[in-house]
């Protein structure tokens, strides 16, 4: 009996050593692509071209210039994200409904542009918008001067807008979709009308998929430098402009890296932010 | 005027693409304060029927009435029915008081008359001072009773119960059972309750309507249904019964395994099922003159208040219950009275 026993325990042991040694390759992976490349950021924001320790380009950056890109680049973000939230939340609200439950086909319809090449569809909105493109033909078509639509917020706030649509969608559609109907059914029989059922049960149930779906549409939008660089032309500066820039052209990687690592630094506050706003409703 | 009454309720369902009757031609009328119990097994179409009542299912064909109005179109925020869900469908997002509050602030009650109701209704459930617990704290047996009282604060004329004890445990649900019947009583709310445990249905209601395959097969009092099923799926269903077949070719004479019984049914078809509930089968030493039948103890189970006994005459055995016991392989003589024979009509489908 006693035998047996101890050869259960050895096994289950080993069993725990091999779910641990399956985790190894990811380990390794997570060791080289994140934990080395925050080292080495970290190494060369606080280093000069000496080599030697400093806070000059932390410094460097709360400079009016730099602290009007970084606030320009929040702005834009937040409108997006705002935008995004008030086209996105009624779409994921109908989807949810009863009617299209099974009409998954819809929802396909709003993710076959994310198959599709990013750059292609940013590309795409230099010929509807540009000076000779597909909206000033029309205007000239009914006699009225062009307008400029490239390379303005405007044109950078259409492309956030587009490309981050559907991350709003998403975590919203399914929380919604998770809501029991019975609960539904119970705020309708104690005698809600559809306002009152939106506004008291829907809504505030759906509050865990809003606040992720606020994160993943504000923190890629608010580092991008694709959208911004193409459609807001080579002049226009957001912070991943920036930090693209001091790496790609001035070449200086001290001061790249120290405002990449603010702007992770930003990433990880929003983060918090957020989650604790879902937090705080699951409780 | 009845109260509530549906008139030839029927609903189709499309359950894969193909259209199937889960209600052929309801007919059901329900008196104020009334408790009525929807009976039958799952499947039966008693929920169906339910969320008719409540508005949450439309009536393919039929009308529903409401103190004479029809009410088939009235959404279910508009009608004087509330209702205790299955799973209890309480607001995760609310704490105990704004649970039970809801209904009222929705009605734009005043927050001292609200405060006040709350704190009637939670003692009604005996519940008092959970007012600030989260509901995901409660346990099952009282989150039962928060959406009973989120149910109860509206002051409803019905009040519709959709298996709310389902999911508790026995001895929670006979407490709860008696506590529902008392407050349906106190309160003079008619109550329409779906269940499929038999036991409930016939400790609590005053009226069951027995439900199968989408159809009422009987309504009436417990005792009414308990003691003169109408055929033989009621009865198996209702309790335990032996259910013999026979043969009636005289009025007040039936006759099975051979031997002439008396009984107390007229004719009502040359072959018929005979229902006899187990307690209602004496077991004796000695044959008697009438309704007597030799049989061979086979198995002797101890139950606590009795016994329960099989018996085997011929090919059939017999379920008894009894507080006298008797050794296993015995010769025994089963004395049936006449009342004790209840004689139906052969079933096709049974």
């Known amino acids: 009996m006693r035998k047996t026993k101890f050869s259960e325990a050895n096994n289950s042991l080993s069993i725990g050593l091999k779910s641990k040694k399956i985790a190894i390759p990811y380990l390794i992976w997570i060791l080289i692509f994140t934990i080395l490349p925050i080292f080495l950021l970290m190494q060369y924001a606080f280093t000069n071209n000496q080599g030697n320790f400093t806070f000059a380009n932390i410094e460097r950056f709360f400079n009016p210039l730099y602290l009007g890109i970084m606030w320009h680049s929040i702005r834009m973000a937040t409108m997006a994200t705002v935008i995004c939230f008030f086209l996105g939340y009624p779409i994921a609200y109908i989807l949810s409904q009863k009617a299209y439950k099974d009409k998954t086909i819809l929802l396909f319809l709003f993710v076959v542009p994310m198959w599709m090449n990013f750059l292609v569809r940013t590309y795409a909105w230099l010929f509807i918008l540009g000076f000779n493109g597909v909206l000033n033909n029309i205007l000239r078509f009914f006699g009225f001067e062009p307008i400029r639509l490239l390379f303005t917020d405007g044109a950078v706030l259409l492309g956030l807008v587009y490309t981050f649509l559907p991350f709003m969608i998403f975590p919203i559609y399914s929380s919604l979709q998770k809501i029991d109907e019975r609960i539904i059914e119970a705020a309708r029989d104690l005698g809600s009308n559809r306002l009152q059922l939106f506004f008291r049960i829907i809504f505030p149930l759906s509050l865990p998929g809003i606040a992720s779906a606020l994160t993943m549409v504000f923190m890629p939008a608010v580092a991008t430098f694709l959208i911004s660089n193409i459609l807001g032309g080579g002049q226009y500066f957001l912070i991943g402009n920036l930090i693209e820039q001091q790496f790609l052209t001035v070449g200086n990687r001290h001061f790249g890296s120290a405002l990449a690592l603010i702007m992770f630094a930003l990433i990880i506050l929003c983060n918090v932010i957020f989650s604790y706003l879902s937090k705080e409703e699951k409780e | 005027m009845e109260f509530i009454e549906l008139k030839n309720i029927e609903k189709n369902f499309y359950v894969n693409k193909q259209e199937r009757q889960i209600l052929k031609g309801i007919n059901l009328s329900i008196k104020e304060n009334e408790f009525l119990t929807l009976l039958g097994p799952s499947g039966s179409g008693k ?263 099989k018996v085997k005459t011929g090919d059939f055995i017999w379920k008894i219950h009894s507080t006298k016991s008797y050794e296993r392989g015995q010769f025994v003589y089963l004395f049936m009275a006449t009342e004790a024979l209840h004689v139906m009509e052969m079933e096709r489908s049974l």
Do not use: W
């Not at chain 2, 506590?179 to 003079?188: A, F, I, R």
């Open chain 2, 47 to 309: 929920t169906t029927t339910l969320r008719i009542i409540g508005g949450f299912e439309t009536a393919s064909k039929g009308q529903v009435f409401f103190n004479g109005l029809d009410i088939g179109k009235t959404p279910p925020h508009k009608r004087a029915i509330n209702t205790v869900f299955q799973n209890y469908a309480l607001f995760p997002h609310m704490n105990v008081y704004d649970n039970v509050a809801y209904g009222l602030k929705i009605k734009k009650f005043s927050k001292s008359a609200i405060k006040d109701r709350v704190e009637k209704t939670l003692s009604l459930v005996n519940l008092s001072g959970f007012d600030k617990r989260s509901v995901k704290s409660l346990s099952g047996g009282q989150q039962q009773r928060i959406a009973i009282a989120r149910a109860l604060i509206n002051e409803p004329k019905v009040l519709l119960l959709d298996e709310p004890l389902g999911a508790l445990d026995l001895k929670l649900r006979k407490e709860m059972q008696i506590e529902l019947k008392n407050m349906q009583k106190n309160l003079g709310i008619t109550f329409i309750y779906v269940t499929h445990d038999q036991e409930e249905a016939l400790t609590m209601s005053d009226q069951i309507a027995v439900m199968n395959d989408g159809e009422i097969l009987q309504k009436g009092t417990s005792e009414n249904i308990y003691n003169e099923p109408k055929n033989a799926f009621i009865a198996s269903f209702i309790g335990t019964s032996n259910i013999i077949t026979g043969t009636m070719e005289r009025d007040r004479k039936v006759t099975f395994l051979k031997t002439d019984f008396e009984c107390v049914d007229p004719m009502p078809g040359s072959v018929v099922q005979i229902v006899v509930r187990p307690e209602d089968i004496e077991i004796e030493q000695t044959p008697r003159d009438r309704n007597s039948l030799k049989g061979e103890v086979i198995e002797v189970i101890f139950f606590g208040v009795n016994y329960e006994m």
